[in-house]
């Protein structure tokens, strides 16, 4: 048994809490009406991206995911601030209001997004790898996607292409358990989905993803193999507390099964862990989450304050040169 | 090959035209264009002419009759052949579809004998302006040639409400181009679409035609050569050419387009506006004497009316109450005196106007007559050119009238009746002389203009008149 | 001037380019061992080697999408899709990521790739293999689409393509491939976003692009013998789409016909069609003809194929309607 590392420990809490209380400040101000549109919590499953993310070498790896990608974000080193922004539609968010809750992008922090069609983002994030080798960079790419993607033919394509290309990609399937309001097991032939990778000769593997250390040593055995040019499917078993989406009414699942998996919080299960190894300090707990809880406050401080973008930037970030636009018409000016 | 010489739709909503007077007799030869007949619309009198050369076998629909759209009006051909047979062979294609024009298989050739019958003024009915055209029915049809699309007739697809048949963008801004009114030009695009052949064709054929079949000008006491007429017979007007001269004597005549917008609008004016009249005799001798001088070695003379309404716009300058509109809950003074002169017509009138006449010297305002007033008489002015007049002055000196009162031409609120000068006994000073004299009448709608205003204005323009020196002050 | 073919044409751009831009790679179907389906590639897996010449599986979404990956992350691929067809199913690539991702990014990524293929009827295959989807692609904001109708514009434009920092759909044709023509021995660019006037006149504008630009052309030269003065305007690219060439052109002629031999709904030509009468309604002197494909599935039996697509006799006679001429 090795011997714990009390501060990555302490580390991943706050990690966790820091999404934790981002994902709560997010459903409120949704609530308040400050967020619209479709906005994907990530509550539940914090250990997932906290883990494998937090593996990785941000200096060199590349990180893509789906539309619930706030919690990849931040842990991929985003700032909360521009990430809260984006969700309001201000023009300080990192996509200056064009993309919303779930088009986050930081190339400077190797975070690629934030894709809004079920599993498009595979084939990318593989595209992704394919320069990686080609440059030589030594970098891996890591693409996050749900168990509803995991049946899309862009994830087969994608991955027999990793496979014969030698990419160093890891495919990582965050299994809620829930594509939507679809239970994962009415729509999957397999009942483990790592077992799909044998079907591209690659190395797949289930991790619990409600256990950050574990998904942690999965990402650091994954990514080893990747950057050997071996590509792996990891299936990380988790849960999402919140609905699909804001506007999910939860009516195919029970309060009872959104209770028993709390009692895995991620959170709870890595905090047993810290006082398993005699390790646990209430004042830095306390701290921790005050942080946190300040983190949240000031994103939406800083959001609310953030001007709204101009009309005339609707004619940007569409083109790399010189606009164009057919049809002959200004929308923000009204000429023709 | 003898071919009908159909009675043709010569406007958009023509049923059927009268036969006023044939102009070839039978058994006479004809070439392409020569006029066959005159035939009243119910827009205009136009002359018909022969779409071929060849003689005229039959003339089936004598003079006086009315004959509807598709009916066969005489036969043209070679001399010998069965007229008879031709015509049996159209009663019976007509029988089977009576009333429609049959559609020519080739495009229609547009004629060019042009007949000048402009609004009035801007009114929700603008007149349609008849047009010349002529269809052949060829004796012995073709089949005909599936989707051929230029072979519609206006009845077919009616004018737009405007008055105006449909035509291309391209046609419309080359008629701009032209100053032809599109009225004027019947289409050969499909569904009669006027298109830019069509103007080209009509305004080269305009240019050629216009002064050859334009009545002369003796209706309109426009011209720098109007001077004191007191010889009576010279005074009245010779008879007019066509329906006028031929057919008015126990006879209903239907509405022109022209005559029904003449009696909306001034029919409108008399019953809406009340009118009061404001008379005064002005001495004209000083006047004359200055027009004159300045005709003196000129070749063309200025016109008196040039005078008149230089002079006019210096009194509305003064009296701007005078030069306004009537707009329900407001009054408008206008910012300049744009003075519309009135120009009979045949079958009615027209009120070219010149803009801005206290800016203009008395030469440019000639001018601008003597480029409007023609184009008046031929049908070619184009609204912005007769409409939104702030005055108008009418002028029926030179029919001999010793003064009348006009109806207030709308938007303004008032017009000047100027009647013939003539030499009148007048007292100056302790004696009685003979001094040349105009009466004018002031025709003002009281909602605008009250008595008072009315009579100062007349009294200023007299005295401006009569002392045109003043007008300089 | 060397004369050579439109698939000569096309391979000199991807060679040089290639020989340029280390960051240059070609990926597609065949395009590497079997030197092409329509031999477009013959040579360059010899000269570059397999790292830059790649057979990929027959997976047009997964191919696609990975080469807009590799474009976000620095790379400047070319995909070959063998033929625009098969890209209805890279789709999903093309729309919602390549063209999306500047614009969900906020400008921060840039997406420098080519797609290229056979776009538009051949002969004898039918109604999966023989469509015109120009639309598909013109519609999408994001995208820039050019569609080269000769070898010359085929080798300058996919160069420019190439170079372009956004996502340009180049629509080639199987039946242009051989086609020869006269291409500048200098390293030439065509800009995108410029049309060509194919053939200059003065009665009639007829606008064209791909291989509807040699019907135009002929149809001009059989129009010449009745006296009628036809100017061709081939587009060469459809997005950006040069009005300004189409408006002096319509300006001048006062009447216009469009050719697209795509299906008439919701095309290039109807698009262009309503632009010129928006933009030159006071110079058209007859309604916008507009000659595009039969609005029915491409079929077999070549008779029947031909009567489907516009032809310069079909042209001819859309210009006698716009001049009010009898056939």
Known sequence: MKKPDIELYWNLRNEMTRIRRFEEKTGQMYGLRKIGGFCHLYNGQEAVAVGFIGAMDHEKDKVLTGYRDHGHALAAGMDPDGIMAELFGKVTGVSRGKGGSMHLFDQDKGFLGGNGIVGAQIPVAVGVAFAQKYKKTRGATAVFFGDGAIHQGAFHEALNLAKIWKLPAVLICENNQWGMGTSWKRVSAVDDFSLMASAYGVRGEQVDGMDVLAVRDAALRALDDARNGNPVLIEARTYRYKGHSMSDPQKYRTRDEVDEYRKQDPIYLLEEKIKAANAWDEKLALAQDEAADAMAEQAVAFAESSPEPALHTIYEDIYAGVPFFMGGHDAATGRA | MAISILMTALSPTMQDGVIAEWLVAEGQTVKAGDALCEIETDKATMPYESPRAGTILKIIAPAGHKAAVGETIAVLGKPGEDWQAIVDKAQAASTAAPAVPQPPAAPLPTLSTQSAFPALGPSAHPPAIPVQVFSIQNADPAPAIPGTQTSQTYTDHPALPSGQPPSSPLARATAREHRLDLRGVRGSGPHGRVVQRDVLAAASNAQAAVPATMPATHMIPTQGSMAPRNDAAAAISRPARGALRSGLRDKRVPLSKMRSIIAERLGASWTQAPHFFVRAAVDMERLLELRAAVNEDRERPVSLNAFVMRITAAALERHPGINASWEGDAIRYRPAADIGLAVALDGGLITPVVRACERKGVEQIDAELADLVPRARAGTLFPAEYSEASFTISNLGSSGVEEFTAIINPPGSAILALGAVSKEAVVRGDAIVARRTMRITLSSDHRVIDGAAAAAFVGELKALLEEPARALL | ?327
């Open chain 3, 1 to 327: 001037m060397a004369t050579m073919t439109y698939r000569e044409a096309l391979n000199r751009a991807m060679d040089e380019e290639m020989a340029r831009d280390e960051s240059v790679v070609l990926m597609g179907e065949e395009v590497a061992e079997y030197d092409g389906a329509y031999k477009v590639s013959r040579g360059l897996l010899a000269k570059y080697g397999d790292g830059r010449v790649l057979d990929t599986p027959i997976t047009e979404l997964g191919f696609t999408g990975l080469g807009v990956g590799a474009a976000i992350a620095g790379m400047r691929p070319i995909v070959e899709w063998m033929t625009h067809n098969f890209a209805l199913l890279a789709l999903d690539q093309v729309v919602n990521e390549a063209a999306k991702l500047r614009h969900m990014s906020g400008g921060r990524l840039s997406v420098p790739i080519v797609f290229r293929g056979p776009n538009g009827p051949a002969e004898y295959l039918s109604s999966q293999h023989s469509q015109a989807l120009a639309s598909y692609w013109v519609h999408v904001p994001g995208l820039r689409v050019v569609s080269p109708s000769n070898p010359a514009d085929a080798y300058g434009l996919l160069k420019s393509a190439i170079r372009d920092n956004d996502p340009v759909v180049v629509l080639e044709s199987e039946l242009l491939y051989g086609d020869k023509g006269e291409v500048p021995d200098e390293e030439t660019l065509v800009p995108i976003g410029k049309a060509a006037i194919a053939r200059a006149g003065t009665d009639v504008t007829i606008v064209a692009f791909g291989r509807p630009v040699k019907y135009a052309l002929e149809a001009a030269a059989i129009l010449e013998q009745r006296g009628i003065s036809a100017e061709v305007v081939d587009l060469r690219s459809l997005r950006p789409l040069d009005e300004d060439t189409i408006m002096a052109s319509v300006g001048k002629t006062g009447r216009a016909v469009v050719v697209d031999e795509s299906w008439p709904a919701a095309s290039v030509g109807a698009y262009v069609a309503h632009r010129i009468a928006s933009e030159r309604f006071d110079s058209l002197d007859a309604p916008v003809e507009f000659v595009s494909s039969e609005d029915v599935p491409m079929p077999y039996n070549h008779a029947l194929e031909l009567a489907v697509q516009p032809s310069a006799s079909k042209i001819v006679a859309a210009v006698l309607r716009a001049l009010y001429l009898e056939a």
